[in-house]
C-alpha cells in the first residue's frame, strides 16, 4: 500500500510522538494499582478513632466538652 | 467544552434508536448543571488541574466524564432507593427500562473518555487513566452492593470498620478517581499522583462521614450510616452517655484524616500542597450557612 503522507505530515507526527515521549521506564498498571491499594487501605481506622474519642469525652471534666462540641461544623 | 458538549460529540455518527438518544441528551441536558450545584464536587478536577500546571483542553473529556459518571451514580442510588427526584428518568415507569436506561448513561459516561486525544496526552497516561477508571468503578459497586445488602439492623463483628470499608468504596473512590485520574493525565511523577489519589481517598471519605454525621437527620432511607454503625459498635455506653454533640466527633475525625493529608503530601511542591490543602478547607472548613446566620 502507497504510503499518502506528506513530508510534512511525517514531520509534525514526529514532532508529537517527541513531545508526548516519556522519559524513562513506565510503572504497569498493574504495579500501581497493586500500590495503590495498599496506600489506600492505611488510612485511620474508625473502630480505633471511636474508641480513642469517647474514651477521651467519658473522661472530660464539666465544662470541656461544651466547648469541644462548639467546635463543630468547622472541622478544626 | 461542557460534558453537553462533549455528549454531542460522543453520540455522532452511532445512529442509536431516536428514542433511545433522545433520553441520553435530555438526562445529559439535566445533568450538565449539576457541577455548579454542587461546590464539594464541582471544581475538584479543574482545581487539581490548575495546581499541576497542565493545561485544561487536553482533560476536559476527563472531567466531563467524571461529572457524568457521578450523573449516573446519584440516578442509580435514587433508583434503587426509591427517592423522589425532580428530574424524573425519560422513560416508562418500569424498573427494567429505567435500570437499562441508566446502564446505558454510564456506558456513554464511559465512552466520553474516547474523546482524550493521544495527539495531546500520552498513549500511556491514558491507558494508565482507564485502569484507574475501571478499577476505581469496581470499587464503587463494591460498596454500592454492601450499602444494598448491609442494612441497619444487621449484626456485623466491627460495624465501624464495615462502614468505613463502605464509605471509602463508595464515595472514596469516586474522588480518588477525580484526583488521581487528572494526576495521571498530568504527570508522569508517581510521588504525585500516589500523594493525590490518597489525598482524593481521604476527600470523598470525608464528604460521607460528614454527610452521615451532620445531616443524619435527612437521611431518607435505611442504609448503614456512621451514627448508626456507631449505635450497633457502642450500644449500650458513650454514643449516648457523654453529652457529645455529631459535631464534635465529626471535628475529630477531621482533624485526624487532615494530619494523613498533610503526611501523604509533604514533600510535593508547596504551591501543590497549599492548594490541596485549601481546596480541604474551603469545603471542610466552612461554617455552614445556618449557623453562620445564628452566628
Known sequence: ?76 | MSALAHVAQRLRHISLLPEFERALRHMATYDDERPRKNPQWGPVIPTVQQLLGGAYEPIAPFEAAWSLLYAVIVRLDHLQDGDPVDDPLPTVDRAEAQYNLVFGYYVLATGVLDLLSPDQIAVHRILRLRHLWTDMLLRMAGGQQRDLTLRRDTRTDLPLDNYQELAQAKTGATFALAFGGTAILLTDDQRTIDALTLSGEIYGTLLQYRDDLLDAQTQPNPTLTLPVALEIARPDDTVNNTGHTPEAFWAYLYRVYHAQVVQALAGLPADLENGILDLFAGTFERRPVHQRDQA
Open chain 1, 1 to 76: 500500500m502507497d504510503d499518502i503522507r506528506s513530508p510534512q505530515d511525517e514531520t509534525s507526527q514526529g514532532d508529537i510522538a517527541h513531545s508526548l515521549s516519556h522519559d524513562g521506564p513506565v510503572p504497569s498498571t498493574e504495579e500501581t494499582s497493586a500500590r495503590r491499594s495498599d496506600r489506600l487501605a492505611t488510612l485511620p481506622s474508625l473502630t480505633v478513632l471511636a474508641a480513642g474519642f469517647f474514651s477521651a469525652v467519658s473522661l472530660l471534666p464539666d465544662g470541656v466538652l461544651e466547648s469541644i462540641n462548639t467546635m463543630g461544623g468547622r472541622g478544626h
